[in-house]
């Protein structure tokens, strides 16, 4: 008993530990998934929520792009078809509508490379609390990549309904239709499987005595040794006849109760086109560094502007983290936006090829689990944001190798 005691202490402590810890753990998982997967894949950016509360049923929007990058992974199953979506901890709000580069888009959609998604989706809250809500991006074959989350507080109005009109004119709150119907069927079905489960279980030697029951040969019912007998076989027939009746009996009631019905419908559809301008400019980029204690990225590369306007590096974005030029005069704004320095802060001549140097310093590489130094694919990738001098905006992708610097 003595012995005991501490293990019983240990588990109670490490249990509160759990508990206590669990209660520090935020979100639900966007850093878990690989820095070069987040950086590499698809960026996200000007995502823009249209507010942070709302009541049980009200709508909020959230807009923004997500781009297919170029540089997306080989190792990884290539964009085709895609799902913009809403990542929430469970059903805590409702997706009401999603437009796509202007079209309806109620299903997937044809993706591919290089191309922009212009998303606008309106969410209703359903369930009263503080969520974290994200717009998702999911990718067949690949997984879902997550935009910036933010968290929305949905207040009690009492109750959430959600109606729809069928074809038929008639109007139904989706929380509910059905419910009843789904409950007795369901239990019915639970309750034929339950019984037969007890029947072989319960008074029936086929557990409590397994060695007996295992060592009788496959292609008999053991009626030599009393395991299976002729009632046995009456019963499990009635069984069969219970099981087949349930189906009789719901196929016909479905066909009386609900003579019209459609199959769920499929829509999938490429979206109109929109691609980024793409930058007049050739960017080489070289061997990028990241020096752990000063949570700072240095990415050296080398732009050949090929257009005959002078170009400024507006901005870099990777993930769903956006980078603005300070050294031309940006300034972050909103979230996750912060600021970077390119030396030299010139704008690039046209024909002019010039070695410039990106420096951020930012505790999200760790914090956010971006670059991770112990991992086979260490790499800095993004988006790079060009304005030339009249304003207009380009962008070119861009993948860097990233070396870590040690301390001997
Ligand atoms: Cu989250």
């Given at each position: 008993?003595k012995q005991r005691r501490p293990l ?149 109005a009492g109750g959430f309904s959600n ?155 990777t993930s769903y983290f956006t980078f ?85």
């Amino acid at each position: 008993m003595k012995q005991r005691r501490p293990l019983v202490l240990s588990l109670v402590l490490g249990f509160a530990m759990v508990i206590v810890g669990a209660a520090v753990a935020y979100a639900h998982g966007e850093r878990s998934q690989e820095g070069f997967l987040r950086m590499q894949t698809v960026a996200f950016y000007d995502v823009n929520f249209s507010t942070d509360t709302v009541k049980q049923g009200e709508e909020l929007t959230i807009t923004g792009k997500v781009k297919v990058l170029d540089t997306w992974p080989n190792n990884l199953a290539q964009p085709d078809v895609g799902f913009i979506g809403v990542i929430a901890p469970g059903p805590v709000v409702l997706l009401k509508d999603r437009v796509i580069n202007g079209a309806e888009a109620p299903d997937a959609i044809y993706i591919k490379k290089g191309d922009i998604y212009e998303f606008k989706l309106t969410v209703e809250g359903r369930a009263p609390g503080q969520w974290h809500v994200h717009p998702s991006f999911a990718v067949s074959g690949a997984g879902t990549l997550l935009g910036p989350g933010k968290w929305i507080t949905v207040q009690d109005a009492g109750g959430f309904s959600n109606p729809i009109q069928l074809l038929n004119g008639q109007t139904i709150n989706l929380e509910n239709y059905g419910l009843g119907q789904l409950v007795i069927w369901h239990w019915l079905g639970f309750f034929l499987g339950l019984g037969w489960m007890v029947y072989w279980t319960g008074p029936k030697p086929t557990v409590t005595r397994l060695p007996i029951t295992l060592r009788i040969p496959l292609n008999t019912d053991g009626q030599d040794v009393g395991l299976i007998t002729k009632k046995d076989h009456q019963v499990v027939n009635l069984f069969a006849l219970a099981t087949i009746a349930l189906l009789v009996i719901g196929w016909i009631y479905i066909q009386a109760a609900y003579p019209v019905r459609i199959p769920q419908q499929v829509l999938r559809f490429a979206p109109p086109e929109i691609s980024a301008p793409a930058a007049p400019a050739k960017v080489n980029p070289g061997l990028a560094s990241y020096d752990q204690d000063s949570q700072t990225v240095v990415l050296p590369m080398t732009v050949t502007n090929t257009g005959d306007k002078p170009l400024t590096v507006k901005q870099f974005t990777t993930s769903y983290f956006t980078f603005v030029n300070q050294s031309a005069g940006a300034t972050p704004s909103g979230e996750y936006q912060y600021p970077m320095t390119v030396d030299p802060a010139g704008p690039i001549n046209p024909g002019e090829t010039k070695t410039i140097k990106i420096t951020i310093t930012n505790p999200l590489w760790s914090d956010e689990r971006m670059v991770e130094v112990d991992k086979p694919m260490r790499t800095v990738a993004g988006m790079l944001f060009f304005v030339d001098s009249s304003g207009a905006q380009s962008e070119v992708d861009f993948l860097a190798d990233l070396e870590p610097k040690f301390k001997m």
